[in-house]
T-cell receptor, first 113, second 115 residues
Framework: GQQLNQSPQSMFIQEGEDVSMNCTSS?????WLWYKQDPGEGPVLLIA?????ELTSNGRLTAQFGITRKDSFLNISASIPSDVGIYFC?????????????FGKGTKLTVNP | DSGVTQTPKHLITATGQRVTLRCSPR?????VYWYQQSLDQGLQFLIQ???????AKGNILERFSAQQFPDLHSELNLSSLELGDSALYFC??????????????FGPGTRLTVL
């Protein structure tokens, strides 16, 4: 199925460092979403972006909806050990009267204390 | 806690068998979505129901079917199971009213192992 190009695939950082990850697509999306998934759990919504160019923060997390509507990035500042997990981007668009969600393959984040 | 519940949490079965996964959406949500997550395919959208009716289909096999009941809970039926069906199955729910701003909230998932 269709997927987004998410990078990097994995990151190993030291506690306190900033992190940046992004997603690109050849398709236009109406909404970009960023989720975090812990092992054995479901994805948890972190940030939702609804307008091209929108920059939204949620605590130490900041995400932007690209102007072209084909990309988005997520930044995490001053990382802490509990930031460990897999981060997924998702693009959402209305197709045939329903909302379709397409996911990136995830960025696995490891934070060394 | 997203408010979406899924049962069972784990399911182990044999090839050729049939299983049913259950999902209860968040209170007030009318839409239910089913996803499959495997190591090689990532998260894949299977099917969506809105207020009891099928709304959209994704990469769902013919051996799989789903339904949404009047109380809005949903069931995903997987039959003639194969080894490759082993995966995490997630349910998500949303209000289902406003395209473009209708955020999906995910349940904790059911881990299916086919031996």
């Amino acid at each position: 199925g269709q997927q987004l190009n998410q990078s990097p695939q994995s990151m190993f950082i030291q506690e306190g460092e900033d992190v940046s990850m992004n997603c690109t697509s050849s398709s236009i999306f109406n909404t970009w979403l960023w989720y975090k998934q812990d092992p054995g759990e479901g994805p948890v919504l972190l940030i939702a972006l609804y307008k091209a160019g929108e920059l939204t923060s949620n605590g130490r997390l900041t995400a932007q909806f690209g102007i072209t509507r084909k990309d988005s990035f997520l930044n995490i500042s001053a990382s802490i050990p509990s930031d460990v997990g897999i981060y997924f981007c998702a693009g959402q668009k209305t197709q045939g009267g329903s909302e379709k969600l397409v996911f990136g393959k995830g960025t696995k984040l490891t934070v060394n204390p | 806690d997203s408010g979406v519940t899924q049962t069972p949490k784990h399911l182990i079965t044999a090839t050729g068998q049939r299983v049913t996964l259950r999902c209860s959406p968040r209170s007030g949500d009318l839409s239910v979505y089913w996803y499959q997550q495997s190591l090689d395919q990532g998260l894949q959208f299977l099917i969506q129901y809105y207020n009891g009716e099928e709304r959209a289909k994704g990469n769902i096999l013919e051996r799989f079917s789903a339904q949404q009941f009047p109380d809005l809970h949903s069931e995903l039926n997987l039959s003639s199971l194969e080894l490759g069906d082993s995966a995490l199955y997630f349910c998500a729910s949303s209000v289902g009213l406003t395209p473009g701003t209708d955020t999906q909230y995910f349940g904790p998932g059911t881990r299916l192992t086919v031996l």
